[in-house]
């Protein structure tokens, strides 16, 4: 018999500081020509479980990762963001569980948190691109910097060589606590592989104080076109995705 890991965290703990949505993006969202940032590291096993609610399986090793994105054009104007997830599993399915982000344009901090659920709060987000390197930083108001790492020695990829995962974001909605299924298709046009190194990292700032990296892997900085889909599926946090995962007309009421 093969055991199966779940999370064993406290589901309604993930409702602090959650967005209430009442009405999610039945729309795409559009971002043509974004610089995008993704990179992983592996974090200190003993707490993973604990980070997870009962309706996701961790990975091994436990790994979070960080997106950062420059958006040049929305429906809000140009903006910045940058997320922080912990990657793992619903159901057979890699997922990653957003922590919270920040983002650089109020209105586009609205729009996102009320169609797309992201826990976000406004900041300051850097992405400083050359070519030997590429430099990050976050920090919020009162928190000082949340975030500093470099991305150097980049090496070209092929367009389709970089992999994405889809995000659930804690969400408080009419039903109550549900994790929002964020599917993202990036359209990339150049993308390069780079050493990641963080030089700066404030757990408990972004609102995971157990989070502890522990080995960074490579990274990959390039430029896509980025397109957040309508919203099809919700899930319930405390139990199994088998049973929890909801569609969007279904979890309305």
């Given at each position: 018999m093969t055991?199966?890991?779940?999370?064993?965290?406290?589901?309604?703990?993930?409702?602090?500081?959650?967005?209430?949505?009442?009405?999610?993006?039945r729309e795409p969202l559009a971002l043509p020509g974004c610089v995008f940032v993704q990179a992983l590291t592996e974090i200190e096993s003993g707490p993973m479980c604990e980070m997870l609610p009962p309706a996701l399986h961790p990975t091994l090793p436990p790994v979070v990762g960080f997106t950062v994105w420059d958006a040049p054009d929305s429906v809000w104007g140009p903006f910045r963001l940058a997320q922080l997830r912990i990657e793992c599993r619903s159901g057979l399915r890699p997922r990653g569980l957003l922590v919270s982000a920040v983002v650089?344009?109020?209105?586009?901090?609205?729009?996102?948190?009320?169609?797309?659920?992201?826990?976000?709060?406004t900041g300051e987000?850097?992405?400083?691109?050359?070519?030997?390197?590429?430099?990050?930083?976050?920090?919020?108001?009162?928190?000082?910097?949340?975030?500093?790492?470099?991305?150097?020695a980049p090496q070209r990829l092929g367009?389709?060589?970089?992999?994405?995962?889809?995000?659930?974001h804690p969400a408080r909605m009419p039903r109550g606590l549900r994790l929002v299924q964020v599917d993202v298709d990036h359209a990339v046009k150049r993308a390069e592989r780079t050493r990641f190194g963080i030089e700066h990292f404030d757990a408990a700032g972004w609102g995971e104080?157990?989070?502890?990296?522990?080995?960074?892997?490579?990274?990959?900085?390039?430029?896509?076109?980025?397109?957040l889909r309508p919203i099809r599926y919700v899930c319930r946090p405390d139990v199994l995705a088998f049973e929890g995962t909801e569609a969007v007309d279904a979890s309305a009421a």
């Amino acid at each position: 018999m093969t055991l199966v890991m779940t999370g064993t965290g406290d589901a309604s703990r993930l409702a602090e500081g959650a967005p209430v949505v009442e009405a999610l993006a039945r729309e795409p969202l559009a971002l043509p020509g974004c610089v995008f940032v993704q990179a992983l590291t592996e974090i200190e096993s003993g707490p993973m479980c604990e980070m997870l609610p009962p309706a996701l399986h961790p990975t091994l090793p436990p790994v979070v990762g960080f997106t950062v994105w420059d958006a040049p054009d929305s429906v809000w104007g140009p903006f910045r963001l940058a997320q922080l997830r912990i990657e793992c599993r619903s159901g057979l399915r890699p997922r990653g569980l957003l922590v919270s982000a920040v983002v650089d344009q109020p209105e586009a901090a609205a729009g996102l948190a009320s169609r797309f659920g992201f826990r976000v709060t406004t900041g300051e987000v850097v992405l400083d691109r050359g070519y030997d390197a590429t430099r990050i930083r976050v920090a919020t108001a009162g928190k000082a910097g949340l975030f500093e790492a470099v991305l150097r020695a980049p090496q070209r990829l092929g367009e389709s060589d970089t992999q994405f995962v889809s995000s659930l974001h804690p969400a408080r909605m009419p039903r109550g606590l549900r994790l929002v299924q964020v599917d993202v298709d990036h359209a990339v046009k150049r993308a390069e592989r780079t050493r990641f190194g963080i030089e700066h990292f404030d757990a408990a700032g972004w609102g995971e104080a157990r989070i502890r990296p522990s080995l960074a892997l490579p990274a990959v900085v390039g430029v896509a076109d980025v397109t957040l889909r309508p919203i099809r599926y919700v899930c319930r946090p405390d139990v199994l995705a088998f049973e929890g995962t909801e569609a969007v007309d279904a979890s309305a009421a």
